[in-house]
């Protein structure tokens, strides 16, 4: 996919927050390098850099133009163009960082269980999802996709729930850590502006649809979607959208 750094900054903000607060309860251990997966624009990987100042730093993600805003905003660190699905590890780490982007990548099982074995004896994973596929920006989205006359195009993009339960994970995580941390989070996001859930969405679950799409097929399908969210999200008395937005976090030492 394509992604556009502007539009994914443009809440940047509200993306910020789960970062911080993620890489907050990381313990205070000695780190000499980390590496942050699906790094994005590099804002996760610059609150790594101010947590662990010490540490050589990589950031791997497979968005030229997000690794280009990345490398302009933090040059010491380590850039890779790469799919974090398929990305070998060169060496094992001592924090394994990703933050809102192991969602887009399938299997699970395989996925962690790569990860954990990257990870060096008392190193951290420190990981954040969004939890939010059954919320109405989402099932608003598949109605869209699944009704219109670009269903043949859309459909085969459609990812119903691409993360587990907490539990899940916990099973996944608990045979090889010492320790682990697990925790949800619901922001209830105040957003500014008109359309405002769906000019969230266009940096992030929009994207894949808005590829395929093009010319006035593109434009009815965003007019079939927007009108949809704005049922479901109504502006507030002072103009503001207020959007739930729900992140499951997790932190385990190995």
């Not at 750094?5 to 809440?11: H, I, N, V």
């Not at 999200?233 to 002072?238: A, I, L, N, V």
Request: glycine letters at 6%; hydrophobic letters at 45%; proline letters at 7%.
């Amino acid at each position: 996919m394509s992604w556009n750094p502007d539009t994914y900054l443009a809440f940047a903000n509200h993306r910020e927050r789960p970062i911080a607060e993620l890489i907050a309860r990381i313990p205070a251990i000695d780190v000499a390098n980390a590496v942050d997966l699906g790094c994005g624009t590099g804002n996760s990987t610059a609150a790594l850099a101010t947590r662990f100042p010490n540490a050589k730093l990589m950031g791997v993600d497979n968005s030229p133009q997000m690794l280009a805003t990345a490398r302009k905003d933090l040059p010491v660190a380590e850039w890779v163009e790469a799919d974090i699905g398929a990305w070998q590890p060169p060496h094992s780490y001592d924090v394994i960082l990703s933050n809102a982007a192991l969602h887009w990548v399938p299997g699970h099982d395989a996925l962690f269980a790569r990860l954990i074995g990257a990870l060096n004896p008392g190193g951290a994973l420190a990981v954040q999802m969004p939890r939010n596929f059954t919320a109405p920006s989402h099932t608003l989205l598949h109605r869209t996709v699944e009704d219109g006359p670009w269903a043949a195009k859309t459909l085969p993009l459609l990812r119903r729930n691409p993360v587990d339960e907490s539990a899940v994970y916990y099973d996944r995580l608990a045979p090889h850590m010492s320790h682990i941390d697990i925790w949800e989070t619901t922001y209830v996001q105040v957003l500014e502006g008109e359309d405002a859930v769906f000019r969230w969405t266009s940096g992030t679950a929009l994207t894949p649809f808005l590829e395929v799409l093009e010319g006035d097929e593109r434009d009815e399908f965003c007019k079939a979607y927007k009108a949809r969210l704005r049922t479901a999200y109504p502006r507030t008395t002072d103009g503001k959208t207020l959007f739930p937005f729900t992140r499951l976090f997790m932190v385990a030492m190995k």
